[in-house]
């Protein structure tokens, strides 16, 4: 390796020595190669090429910089012709998926144009290199590139006034769906939701093609696109209906978008059309085979805000972003990438159907209840690799010999596993029972034809089984009968020239030569011609030796070329088939979760949760999914919810409090019309209360992950749970300093309680952990209050509201939908001993003032604190000051 090509940080360089504008050369002036070089990269404007010269992936002028600079590597330059010298960075050849995948994590696209003839078969003239692969974040394949337990996914978006048209393919597994909204703030949680590497915008910007990376923007970016992902600002007229239409109508060659359920959604047809018309565009080396494309509607699932997701820590934790500890982590027992995958979407989309939800509930229970078949089933399924990205690959082109027989033997088990399942109720573990018998023959096919462990290069033979074609037996006798006249050799030019040292090898620069030491140099017979002269050595060739050798490459490399012939026409056999194992993976993920789920709730001792319509949350006993994992078994307390009963809604609870007069004072009439009809007994909204680190908020989540794992269909920590069907989950946690957008703690809260009184239905849940902990006391405190009481008198969201502020225990005294829990504590003389048990009733003081003297905070600060809250309690009975209110 070059000092160019090394991976030490780059010495600043002296930009004045070369040139790194491709634009700026004079072309006449170019040598041949730079001439191509640049040429190429007028049609890759945007992206970095990188072009194979020998060894190495090489890039010039600007890309050479860009290269340098992301990538830490050496920058220098190279003489390009009469122009003179240009800069230059590279990679070795056999390392650029590393790098590449480095780049499209930055966010840049990359062309790789390959040398598609070897140097030497150019003869003097330009070695011919083609653009083989680009790559863009959306738009990888290579199993190196993609993480296997989560989809990557290419989107594009068309707005068209408030109304907005979503489409989204994962070509690696083929998966390709599409929608359409009115209101903007869907589309932001769809992506939210989908974290999509990469998304296409119609634009009429003027530099069409580039891709703005993350916190890149654009004026022709609309406004309400997350700033967090890649953008492809496209052409506008892929994106038109004129175009996409046809062009879907043609990929699915059906005659009407009524089969693809999107005739009906102009805005999702014509996002659907130009993201295939970028496949088309980019893939072109490459076609992809996309499953048939599906339409779906955003509000038929249950809806979890960005913000939710991350408060519930669904896929990663908040502290430091990781996947351990996260409720996908806690919940994962699948056995195939496949099932890892689907797990996560169905946690990213919980259901809003109780039919679909009972579907898997009945799936749990019958595994739950047959030990040996789910653990055969699980057992079996171990032994299926990743078959949607496996197909991908065969029908991409991209898959090697190692991937076919993974495929095959992946395919062979799943006779197998249909007839583990020949008894089995579920609809999910029936879609097993039938193996096309296609798939069971390309199996038998794919065993038959390649050798068990192939090598992972596919153009130097050694992939085919013998007795598959008789040409290629034959060339690979010719070519095994050549190597043994080499093995013989040795021996043989041993015995004629009597030197017991005499060696045949072979180097890519000579091919085979004889080689002596040089002390034996003159005992070389007549006919060996010198070619080379090391230290200790002298090599020869012979005439003989020669002729052999042109024939044995001639017919090693037939051989080869036959192999490969073979082999890619085994894997377009698979690309053929690629629809049907994809429906197939697809039973194979939804069982694998299943199994998963059934084993998690025979472990950890889960329950079925009973799922209703109506706005109940009854959960006995219920325990956090993760922190219960994480302490010793029994530690965890297990504690109770019971929220939104409908059918405990009496007439006539009056909303005046003792002193008769609080109907009057809130001024609501309607409201408090509507508050007569509660009970606090199944109150809509707890205020929660208790000292710090007390278990406040692990309760809190507690709750919002049992009623998502309940309507992903799963079972879920507790002793019994019945559980009305929500709408959306909403949670506020405490904020933390939003760097990015310059907005402080307080404003990030009030943002998201905004967001949350705009939009919650009394069909959502609502968890909110501290209000108004960002500003002044007195501010917070009135902002708690009335945010708190319009949830529980306007919204009837069902709430939880752990907060502080004592002072909200009051709320329950007026309004009788209302109720007070705390976390309570065992105070000793110098320590508080947590008991983590929710109990009905407020917390009478706030324990700041004592943790502050467990801290060990002076006596005499201590004693005024308490005087001063003394005084403030005095003046903040809140509910009988608003009955003063006009
Ligand atoms: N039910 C429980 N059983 C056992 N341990 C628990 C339970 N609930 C909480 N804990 C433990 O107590 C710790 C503190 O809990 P949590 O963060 O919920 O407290 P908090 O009341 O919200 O505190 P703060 O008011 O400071 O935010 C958790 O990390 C967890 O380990």
């Known amino acids: 390796m070059t000092a160019s090509h090394s991976e030490t940080p780059s010495p600043k360089p002296d930009a004045s020595t070369f040139i790194s504008d491709h634009q700026q050369v004079d072309r006449s002036k170019l040598s041949q190669m730079y001439l ?42 190279k003489q390009a012709g009469e122009q003179g010298r240009v800069a230059m960075s590279g990679v070795p050849h056999h390392a650029w998926e590393r790098y590449a995948t480095l780049l499209v994590e930055k966010g840049y696209a990359v062309v790789i144009c390959d040398q598609v003839e070897d140097a030497s078969e150019a003869a003097g003239r330009l070695v011919r290199r083609e653009v083989t692969r680009i790559l863009t974040p959306g738009t990888l394949l290579e199993e190196g590139m993609l993480k296997s337990s989560r989809n990557n996914y290419l989107a594009a978006v068309v707005i068209a006034a408030n109304h907005w048209g979503l489409a989204y393919a994962d070509i690696s597994t083929g998966e390709f769906l599409t929608t359409q909204g009115s209101d903007l703030e869907h589309l932001t949680q769809e992506l939210m939701r989908l974290q999509p590497s990469e998304v296409l915008v119609p634009t009429n910007a003027p530099d069409l093609g580039s891709l703005l990376r993350p916190g890149e923007t654009s004026p022709h970016l609309p406004q309400c696109l997350p700033p967090s992902f890649c953008y492809s600002l496209r052409s506008q007229v ?17 005659r009407s978008l009524e089969g693809l359920g999107c005739d009906h959604l102009p805005l999702a047809v014509r996002a659907a059309g130009g993201l295939l018309e970028y496949l088309e565009d980019t893939q072109k080396e490459n076609p992809v085979p996309l499953q048939r494309l599906r339409s779906y509607t955003v509000t038929d699932y249950l809806i979890v805000d960005n913000q939710t997701r991350r408060n519930l820590e669904i896929t990663q934790t908040v502290r430091d972003g990781t996947f351990h500890g996260s409720l996908l982590w806690a919940l994962d027992k699948t ?8 797990l996560r979407r169905w946690l990213l989309q919980p259901l809003l159907d109780i039919k679909g939800i009972r579907a898997r509930q009945d799936t749990i229970q019958e595994l739950m209840e047959n030990t040996p078949l789910r653990q055969d089933l699980r057992q079996l399924l171990r032994q299926i690799y990743d078959l949607e990205r496996l197909t991908g690959r065969a029908g991409s082109g991209t898959a090697n010999a190692r991937d076919l027989v993974a495929l095959a033997d992946s395919l062979s088990r799943l006779p197998e596993l249909s007839s583990l399942v020949t008894e089995t109720r579920s609809p999910f573990l029936k879609a097993l029972q039938k193996v096309p018998t296609v798939l069971e023959e390309l199996a038998q096919k794919l065993h038959a034809h390649l050798v ?51 060696k045949v090898g072979f180097n890519k620069t000579f091919g085979y030569y004889i080689s002596i030491s040089r002390a034996k140099a003159d005992q070389v017979p007549a006919n060996y011609i010198r070619k080379q002269t090391l230290t200790n050595e002298e090599r020869y060739i012979t ?3 020669k002729e052999r050798e042109a024939r044995i490459l001639t017919a ?8 490969y012939e073979i082999f890619t026409a085994l894997r377009e056999e698979v690309a053929q088939e690629a629809e049907v194992i994809r429906n197939l993976s697809r039973a194979v993920a939804a069982a694998d979760v299943l199994c998963g789920l059934a084993e998690l709730a025979v472990h950890q001792g889960y329950c079925r949760p009973e799922m209703l319509p109506g706005r109940e949350i009854n959960i006995v006993d219920g ?21 939104g009963e409908e059918s405990s809604v009496i007439s006539h609870v009056s909303l005046a409090d003792d002193q008769g007069q609080m109907t009057k004072d809130i001024d609501a009439p309607a409201a408090s019309r509507r508050v007569e009809e509660m009970t606090n007994d199944n109150p809509d909204l707890i205020i929660l209360t208790g000292p710090n680190a007390s278990g406040k908020s692990c309760y809190l989540r ?28 909403f949670t506020r946690v405490g904020a933390v300093d939003d760097l990015a957008t310059g907005q402080s703690t307080f404003m990030v809260e009030m943002n998201e309680t905004a967001n949350i009184l705009n939009h919650a239905t009394s069909r959502s849940l609502v968890l909110l952990d501290e209000i108004g902990r960002g500003t002044a006391t007195f501010d917070g405190l009135s902002i708690a209050w009335a945010v708190a009481e319009y949830i529980a008198v306007d919204i009837r969201a069902r709430t939880i509201f752990a907060t502080h502020y004592h002072e909200l225990n009051e709320l329950a005294s007026i309004l009788p939908n209302v109720a007070n829990y705390q976390v309570t504590v065992k105070e000793l003389p110098d320590q508080i001993i947590f008991l983590h048990q929710v109990q009905p009733g407020g917390a009478d003081k706030s324990y700041g003032i004592e943790a502050g003297r467990l801290a060990g905070l002076p006596a005499v600060v201590i004693q005024r604190a308490k005087q001063v809250m003394g005084q403030i309690e005095k003046h903040s009975k809140i509910a009988m000051g608003l009955q003063n209110l006009d």
């Open 702 to 729: 507690q709750v919002g992950l049992i009623q998502l794992m309940a309507q992903i269909g799963s079972f879920v920590p507790a002793r019994f749970a019945r559980l009305g069907i929500c709408d959306r989950i």
């Open 335 to 342: 056995s195939t990438a496949m099932g890892g995958r689907a």
């Open 623 to 643: 325990r956090h999914p993760v922190v219960e994992q994480s302490l010793p078994p029994g530690f965890f307390v297990p504690n109770s919810t019971q929220l």
């Open 556 to 563: 090693r490399d037939d051989l080869n070329q036959l192999e």
């Open 238 to 254: 892929p994106f038109s209906q004129g175009e996409a239409r046809p062009r879907l109508l043609q990929k699915f060659k059906v």
């Open 452 to 502: 068990e462990s192939p090598p992972i290069l596919i153009k130097e033979g050694g992939l085919i089984r013998p007795s598959v074609n008789p040409l290629l037996d034959e060339r690979k006798a010719t070519v095994e009968a050549d190597q043994q006249w080499i093995a013989n050799l040795e021996v043989d030019e041993r015995a004629k020239t009597g030197i017991s040292t005499l």
């Open 543 to 545: 005439p003989d030796l």
């Open 36 to 77: 191509h070089y640049v040429e190429t990269k007028d049609k890759y404007p945007h992206a970095i090429l990188l072009y194979r010269v020998g060894d190495f992936f090489e890039c010039y002028f600007q890309d050479a910089v860009k290269l340098a600079q992301e990538l830490e590597l050496v920058l220098t330059s």
